[in-house]
């Protein structure tokens, strides 16, 4: 068994070495998905401090949080690849890789954390976050994930990785390959292809292949691949991507000198992006680093929302849906990861909302008014964080942190079609409330054509300039027009 | 007059207080364009060591080089937004705002500095690197320059901001204006608008005007009205903006452990950043820093080469051209800062170089290959830095590093275009060399289309997995097709 770590099945609790996992990364036992585990992770979490369960053990020594919190300080000052890494800089809570030298890494991590002051105003709370891992190298979250998971691929001698995937997964999972030396396939559903979702994976060398089936046909055969020939898993079954998409809670906590917020808002599409943050706050709570955990909640598309439907399903039972929404990354109707994310709501007391598609696209321009762009999926956040507090469960007072997870260059088409009054159907706008139309009407930019003359030009922005003050310093006066 | 800063005309040499500059930054003596100078930038350069000319003034004291260093590298295990800025942290040599509460930042720079092995082979040299200022947050290097200019402008009262661009300008314009709370204007040409260009300045809430005229109308009309209307102008004759775009030769520097490269390679479009670069670099040499400058090369597009024709006019004449390529962000006939790169070029003893269509498709996806994406533009650099090499002017022990100047989303369809073989004419690769046409076989990965059965599948990569070993750690042996 490895020293460092084990896997656990999340169903059935079965345990095995990380080496002795299945390609599939399915559990033998019951098909259920594996979680990574280490020695000073295991045991009952206690109400404030240290575990007593893990700290009971003789042999388990658990990471010494004021240690690691200097420690994880000094790496931001060293030019190591791994200390630059907003993941391997946090290694002490992910020894999945033996040798340092065999990671992979972008150099991702270390996204910001910007202030959203006129979206606070706008929902009604004092303070209002958003942790932007859209800044990531190729433009997502999922590097995070990838480069764990890359490293582990690399370390364990694989030449060949694979996901089925059109979008951001596809797009990381080549620029790591790449990275690491291994070449990458990209399994896509044959017909209908957006090709601008696939222009990164192209990018990064990886081999595309659209298969003459549907995306369920696509990862089946995958699966039965990587079973018949040394092709490493990339799908989001593998638990090591996990390890690394925790570690935003890592910076976050770090970000806000260890001032543990009061909620965290995550898109859910696939759902294991939800669990992977749970985790790393869990982890954190679990070695003392902090006394409590934050709240998580998870919010959805309408259109895509099997999350939400079986929370409100009196028989709690999961039933796929078609998925339809204009927020591609988290269009998905059968999320392979739905059990840990509704058990990492239950554990950190959050709830699951959704959001419909005329509440998504307000809810990305007003963070794009804020100089700062996400792709639609990202904007579920807000929209959902403003049912929250109608709802009156997150209060003014309560800190919350938006997870932005995909960055606006993901998917120009649609902040184009938003501004010029292309993307919402009458049907969708009926929908919303007149302080949502108004919001809107502000909010859309849609370009003037103008003559060429500067008259023309001061009379059409007059209506706009009406505040702006007659003197500035260092400027000459301004003339009437 | 400014107590930290003055504005001196890089034609006529005359001075100005910072505040005393015209609206549209042109010195009213001979409408040359100004750069910022510090009383400590200023003397005579010394060979090696600190400049004698600024050290004998005794009322100038030079920052002090270890002082310096410290200080930077502290800031960066600061929680401090402005510490937090790959610009900010280097505020001591860049004092323009007197309040740093009223800096305007998005948390831009602190890119990577990625190595390129294997372009490096490809290229025949040793160390090969590339800055990549794509991974600033609105996806190109102008973000540098952005936080400098518009927090210069909020400190200065104004309201509204105004750039003529299509492209990276007008998104980070737009981006930062958000984030200060001003309104931002677009002004780009009417008729043949690239919209995906546009998308991002849409989402940061600029206001985008198409005016009946062509670009240079945009700049005239742009002019006129920053004259009549205290609206701050951000084209790229703001000195401001080339303040913070000489940042990255300090985090370059950093980054290597404050060992000089040899030499720095640019895309050369409007010519405004290669002088930022030197800019920065010579500073850094004056205050004592570094002991010598790297070399610094810029490299156009065949089709937008103002500044290479420039070099190889025997009257030196500079005639603007009618710029066509695809490497946009450098489609640019009559640049406005030719004369500051010029110099730059000249006293930092490097070379201007062209690249075709074809050598600039095959250098960005070379690029690609090594899990890095960057626009067409960035790819320039790879390409010119091969002909330098060929030249013998780059030797294979010279250390160099690429400026990569946008991210690879910036321009999606570029990408797609290139894999799918669409991109390139017949008349194109006509010029390429019998290693070109074979690199380009071996780099474009056009997607296959397969029935979706394992054996078929494999049977189509067989010939890609032919060196594949035929057992991996963990897995189960390898079935042959």
Redesign the interface.
Known sequence: MSATHQLRCTNCAGRIAG???S?DFRCPQCQGLYEVVYPWSEGGRSEGGRSEGAAASPDVRLPNPSALRWLW??R??S?MAVD?SGVWRFRDLLPIVANMDKVVT??EG?T?L?ELPKCAASVGIDWLLAKHQG?N???SFKDTGMTAALSVAAE?????VACASTGNTSAAM???????GL?S?VFIP?GK?A??K???S????????????DFD??VR?LN??V????IYLLNSVNPYRLEGQKTPAMEIL????WQVPEHIVVPGGNLANSSALGKGFQELKHIGMIPRTPKISVIQAEGANPLYRWYNDANREMKPVTAETRATAIRIGNPASWQKAARIIEQMDGWCEQASEQEIALA??QI??????CEPASAVTLAGLKKLVAQGRITREDRVVLILTG????D??Y??D??RGALLTAEEMAGATPAERALHAS?A?P????????DV??R??EP??A??????????Q??PV
């Not at 794009?368 to 762009?373: F, L, R, Y």
């Not at 960055?407 to 993901?410: A, E």
């Not at 505040?467 to 000459?476: E, F, H, L, N, T």
């Open positions: 080496e002795a996992v390609a300080q000094e931001r000052t030019t630059q972008l150099r270390n910001p910007y800044m190298p190729t433009g364990r001698g694989f030449e060949w080549a620029a790591y390959a790449a990275r690491a070449r396939l044959d292809i090709w601008g696939l222009s990164q192209m990018d990064y060398g990886a081999m595309t292949v659209q298969l003459k089936t046909g696509c055969l039965e691949l079973r018949r020939f040394p770090e970000q806000l000198e990305k321009a794009g008014a804020e100089g700062v762009g960055h606006t260059l993901k120009s088409a902040t184009i938003y501004h909010m930019k370009p003037m054509v103008l003559e060429a003359n500067s030009v001061l059409a922005l706009y300039m505040g702006m003050r007659q003197s500035v310093s260092g400027m000459p301004a003339q």
